[in-house]
């Protein structure tokens, strides 16, 4: 499976025993592996269909724009033959996934050459980690050029020069002034320089705190009040590693199973601003999106467990995300016609599937909190009375599922797996009061 050749081979459909693992909402390594192939298959493909759209409607693309983005399709084939694994973790990046979303959806517009140009930066983002010799021009885009997966230069240059080496890499903007020296460790980049500003990394992760990619967040924003991603002028002085280290420690020593399951699988975490055009957002924002798994957009949670709690709830979603394009689980329309507990407006099918298989881990991590040994008698009985919201929300809209005609044979295998996993989970009577705040708006888009 290659850019080269740009095709979906190679992807896996989970077999039986791998589906009721996941639908029990956990995962042998080997499960992780098959999602994660499937995410890099469902990201060539969504190349590929670029690529058609460019061939399809040529005249719309001039031809300089045109040659700009087969230059840098040749970078990423050379990047790929010196180092595949490198192209491979680049195109896989959320904000990659996001960039390709809406240059797909700007391709069926009359102008689709306008976001063909952050091409060049994912090609040169990936030769830079393959340590591919290199020398490209490419152009900002409102005064920022992002790597993504590296970093972001700020610069008002029209254009900017990149030469690169096997270890060392030079941007230079348009025009006089120094420019930024890159350097290439371990397989990670290193910059310094005027504009210049690199991912931070999560403590005891490979992923990243992203505050800066243009594309880490869609342009709508998040929740009714349209929350935007928080710039790193506003993140810098919150303590999202401090809190991240935490809520980390939390979920290892409470249920390490979930907590590798989840640095497997996260790539970022995008900071929210707690305001929007509309207002401030809902207490506890948090988001996945289809096209850019991995990433999980959130307002700073008050304290570890809730930021735990969000990592839980989020990596549902990205592993739903990438089972339902391995293997449909359901053919639902969009009609909201269900009414969950953990929402006030009525849900779609596949929202329902969303947040019960969201909810469903939220209630065995809880479970397993109410039950840890060490922790505060207070903390213990919050978390018992969490687990025990979350298992009668899932008790209630289990029969949705069960008795849909939306669902795929795969899909109603999942749901029966999903019900045995919560019968082990206990009992559960009378009607489901969410504790903790609803889930938010748009479980996964």
């Not at 995410?39 to 005249?59: F, I, M, N, Q």
């Amino acid at each position: 499976m290659t850019v080269r050749r740009v095709d979906a081979n190679g992807a896996q459909v989970p077999a039986p025993a791998a589906l009721a693992r996941l639908a029990r909402t956990r995962s042998a390594p080997a499960d992780l592996g098959l999602l994660l192939r499937g995410l890099h298959s469902r990201r060539l493909v969504l190349l590929k269909s670029l690529l058609t759209g460019l061939d399809r409607r040529a005249y719309a693309v001039p031809p300089a724009a045109r040659a700009r983005f087969e230059e840098h399709w040749r970078l990423l084939e050379r990047a790929e033959e010196r180092d595949p694994a490198a192209v491979r973790d680049t195109l896989d990046y959320p904000a990659v996934g996001t960039w390709l979303a809406r240059a797909l959806a700007a391709s069926t517009n009359p102008e689709p050459a306008r976001r063909l140009g952050h091409f060049g930066s994912v090609a040169a983002a990936a030769a830079l980690r393959a340590g591919t010799p290199f020398t490209l021009t490419l152009t900002p885009r409102d005064g920022l050029l992002a790597l993504p997966g590296i970093g972001v230069l700020t610069t008002m240059a029209p254009a900017v020069r990149l030469t690169a080496r096997a270890h060392t890499a030079h941007l230079r903007p348009e025009g006089p002034g120094p420019g930024t020296v890159l350097l290439r460790v371990g397989g990670r980049i290193h910059g310094a320089g005027p504009g210049w500003h690199g991912l931070r990394r999560l403590p005891g992760t490979t992923a990243f705190l992203d505050d800066l990619d243009p594309y880490r967040a869609p342009p709508e924003g998040i929740s009714r009040a349209a929350l935007p991603p928080a710039p790193r002028t506003e993140t810098g002085t919150d303590p999202w590693l401090p809190r991240w280290r935490s809520a980390l420690a939390l979920l290892r020593a409470t249920d390490p199973q979930r907590a590798a399951e989840t640095t497997a699988l996260l790539r970022c975490l995008v900071p929210l601003a707690p305001a929007g055009p509309y207002g401030p957002g809902a207490h506890g924002v948090s988001a996945t999106f289809r096209a850019a798994p991995g990433a999980v957009l959130a307002t700073l949670p008050d304290s570890a467990a809730e930021l735990a709690a969000v990592l839980v709830h989020e990596t549902q979603h990205s592993k739903l995300a990438v089972l339902h394009d391995l293997l449909p689980l359901h053919h639902a329309g969009p009609y909201a016609a269900y009414k969950v507990a953990w929402r006030t407006d009525p849900r779609p099918l596949a929202g329902v599937l969303q947040g019960t298989y969201a909810h469903l881990a939220l209630a065995d991590f809880w479970g397993r909190a109410a039950g840890r040994a060490g922790l505060p008698a207070g903390v213990r009985d919050a978390a018992r009375a969490r687990h025990d919201s979350y298992r009668r929300q899932v008790a209630e809209a289990l029969p949705i599922l069960l008795e849909s005609n939306e669902l795929t044979p795969a899909g109603l295998e999942f749901a029966r797996e999903m019900r045995a996993h919560h019968a082990g989970l206990g009992r559960t009577a009378g009607r489901a009061v969410v504790i903790g705040g609803p889930s938010p708006f748009g479980d996964v888009r």
